[in-house]
């Protein structure tokens, strides 16, 4: 049991709350002694720009570009405009996006409560400095190392930081380290180690730097890339000195091998799939969701299952209370009296005992002695009055014992028709740490009620609709859950699952996850538990949620999407976060990655269908000992306007068609036979032209090149 010290507010402190004066945090800042948080994991200007100039495609394009230089054919430069544009498009967009992004940024970050001068004040986590106290209450990050003043039940999850599963209590004096969060209670801590010495600042100094999330688009891009990088060289050779061998000036055979490389050399493909990823990521920052990574836009278009918290996603997240039903034989005044006492002696009460409160006003003569803050592991919480006993509130399965049964009957009549409902229950005896005593005693049933979100049904059939599975997962009664589903329009609702009664053994929990959509009373460690089981059935799995509650499962989700009015903790962990908490942005997100994917793929298609062709011609012309058919600017004209303007427009094209996996698979299957048809029919052309009598080299070019343009715009279409 944790000691009480009445809520204080305003000045009225004790001396060992009230914190650094005004004086001594600017003599703080004068001696440097400020939380100067690490710089974010973005790219500075000078890395933007290195990562669009110096890429292997403009390294080969500028080789080549020498090469032709040195052949003396000028004219035959034009393909060095490819690394020109790429480079600007490229910076410029990401340069607007990093700029988008930062300004969404400002909105998501945490802010601080620290005590100064006896008064409460909200500031920066920047501006945090050594020593400040500052106060923490349930889902609050821990924004530097510190150690507790005082605690109210204050339990705090390190298991962002150690992996261990179950929240470690706090009693004054121990050490508090950043990058965990509060899961339970309140409390004081006073600031030790801040800045780059605090602990997350040192554990995650090469996890901060910056790294693009792993991507099955820009992997499938990247094993193409590599393959061509293979392929390019020795077959570049293998051509040359034919040439030499036939070609009566080596400038010719140099000119030649230079049109075959260009155009074996996929040079848009990087920069439309990066400028695809921007786009999306800005197009979403437009409807106020912040997107940590240019990835995200994918990744949410391959969920197949979404897991949904019920509060604050589907529900507005406002509970609105009800009416209390006191039980037989007790007083209204007493039940009414030892509600507001329960919720007067949480200092950051969750918007449930905020509901109760506001009806319930806390009684003056009702003094706590002891108190234990709600946890969403153990669904109740409890106080101690001096001269009145010990009072519970929490769910009434978990309160009620084996002889409440009529009671229980009352409360499950009242889930069954959607309400959220608590028990009031008093005991002679204390709590011994979470453990209830032996018997408790009914006092009232508190009726509360959730808002669905007007938008809620439409939306949850839209993602019906797009093959997307739904799993509704909450902490309060199945029953509850299952009625708000129902209001929901969630269809398949069927039995709604206690997660009590769920098994412990992997294979087990995933057969029940997938066969089941609603689950009630699940804690904070079974909804992870719950994202790795449908994980290991091959589902991609994305998971919202406001709550510290979901912290850990939007941690491990493939896809963690907070709202933006949630705890500092879920928007720390989500890789997308709904800034302004409108539900309803999430079918954009789904069209954005979808748009994304299948432009991608059809843009990838003509890429490598002129890498196909190019490889072909140069081996038959290897093979043949002819002159190459084509010269550089010739080249570079029918890949402009066959594949490089089309591809731009195709890339940014609306498209909400269903993502299906294999990318890669899919490219190269279109793309191998396709080339081979049109280098093949290129070369055929030229050869019969060229052995005409009185036909010229250029003019069978000219064929070739003819041919080849219109074989490259019937793939096109």
Not at 320 to 331: F, K, N, Q, S
Not at 688 to 705: F, I, Y
Request: proline share 6%.
């Amino acid at each position: 049991m944790s000691g009480v010290e009445p809520p204080v507010t305003g000045a009225v402190r004790p001396d060992h709350l009230r914190g650094l004066t005004s004086v001594e945090v600017a003599e703080r800042i004068r001696q440097g002694r400020v939380n100067a948080v690490p710089d974010a994991p973005v790219r500075t200007t000078a890395e933007i720009v290195r990562a669009n100039v110096l890429t292997p495609v403009n390294g080969i394009i500028g080789v080549l570009f020498v090469l032709i230089l040195v052949a003396g054919y000028p004219q035959d430069a034009l393909f060095a405009g490819v690394v020109v544009s790429n480079s600007v498009i490229g910076i410029a967009q990401e340069l607007q996006a990093r700029r988008t992004l930062g300004e969404l940024a400002v909105l998501s970050a945490p802010r601080a409560r620290v005590i100064r001068d006896g008064t409460e004040h909200e500031v920066a986590v920047s501006e945090v400095v050594a020593d400040d106290l500052l106060r923490v209450g349930p889902g609050d990050q821990i924004v530097v190392d510190g150690v507790v003043v005082d605690e109210v039940g204050l339990e705090v999850d390190e298991s962002l930081l150690t992996g261990e599963s179950d929240p470690v209590p706090k009693d004054p004096g121990d050490e508090v380290l950043s990058g965990s969060f509060v899961s339970a209670g309140s409390g004081h801590y006073r600031a030790t180690r801040i800045g780059p010495e605090a602990y997350a600042a040192r554990l995650s100094e090469e996890a901060r730097r910056f790294k693009l999330a792993d991507s099955e688009l820009r992997g499938g891009v990247n094993v193409i890339l590599r393959w061509l990088t293979v392929i390019i060289p020795p077959v570049g050779i293998l051509l040359l000195l034919r040439l030499l061998d036939t070609e009566d000036r080596w400038q010719d055979a140099l000119q030649g091998t230079v049109a075959a490389a260009v155009a074996m050399v996929p040079d848009g493909l990087v920069l439309l799939t990066s400028l695809s990823f921007i786009t999306g990521v800005i197009a979403l920052a437009r409807r106020r969701a912040l997107a940590k990574e240019l990835a995200s836009v994918e990744l949410l278009a391959r969920v197949d299952v979404l897991c949904l918290d019920k509060t604050g996603t589907i529900t507005t997240g406002e509970i609105t209370y009800a009416g209390l039903e006191v039980l037989d034989g007790i007083d209204v005044d007493l039940a009414s009296a030892a509600l507001g006492a329960l919720g007067g002696v949480d200092p950051d009460p969750n918007p449930t005992l905020a509901a109760i409160a506001a009806h319930h006003p806390p009684p003056p003569d009702w003094r706590p002695t002891a108190t234990l803050p709600f946890s969403s592991a153990r669904k109740w919480a409890a106080a101690s009055f001096d001269g009145r006993g010990h009072w519970f509130l929490g769910a009434p399965d978990i309160l009620l014992g084996p002889g409440d049964d009529e009671v229980r009957a009352r409360a499950a009549a009242e889930t069954e028709a959607g309400r959220r409902v608590l028990l009031v229950a008093r005991a002679d005896e204390p709590w011994d740490g979470d453990r209830l005593p032996a018997r408790r005693h009914p006092v009232a049933l508190i009726l509360l009620e959730d808002t669905v979100r007007p938008d809620a049904p439409e939306i949850l059939a839209y993602f019906r609709a797009q093959g997307v599975t739904l799993k509704i997962i909450s902490g309060d009664h199945p029953a509850t859950v299952a009625a708000v589903a129902r209001r929901a329009g969630v269809a398949d609702v069927g039995t709604a699952v206690d997660a009590r009664t769920l098994p412990d053994d992997p294979v087990a929990l995933a057969d029940a996850c997938e066969s089941h959509t609603v689950f009630g009373r699940v804690t904070p460690h079974q909804k992870r538990a719950m994202v790795h089981a449908l994980q290991s059935r091959g589902h991609t799995v994305a998971m919202t949620g406001d709550g510290v509650n979901d912290v850990l499962a939007l941690k491990d989700a493939d896809m963690g999407i907070a709202m933006g009015s949630g705890s500092a903790s879920t928007r720390a962990v989500a890789q997308l976060v709904l800034l302004d908490n409108r539900f309803a942005t999430l079918p954009r997100v789904l069209a954005e990655g979808r748009r994304v994917i299948n432009n991608i793929e059809r843009v990838a298609n003509l890429f490598i269908t002129k890498a196909c062709y190019a490889v072909l011609v140069t081996a038959l012309v290897a093979a043949a000992g002819s002159p190459f058919p084509f010269l550089p600017r010739q080249l570079t004209l029918v890949g402009t306007f066959s594949i490089g303007v089309p591809g731009f427009f195709l890339a940014l094209a609306p498209n909400e068609a269903l993502v299906r996996p294999g990318f890669l698979r899919r490219v190269l299957a279109f793309s191998l036979p396709a080339g081979l048809v049109a280098g093949t029919g290129a070369f055929v052309a030229y050869e019969a032209t060229r052995r005409m009598h009185d036909v010229s080299l250029a003019e069978a070019r000219t064929v070739a090149t003819i041919t080849l343009l219109a074989a490259a715009l019937v793939i096109l279409v």
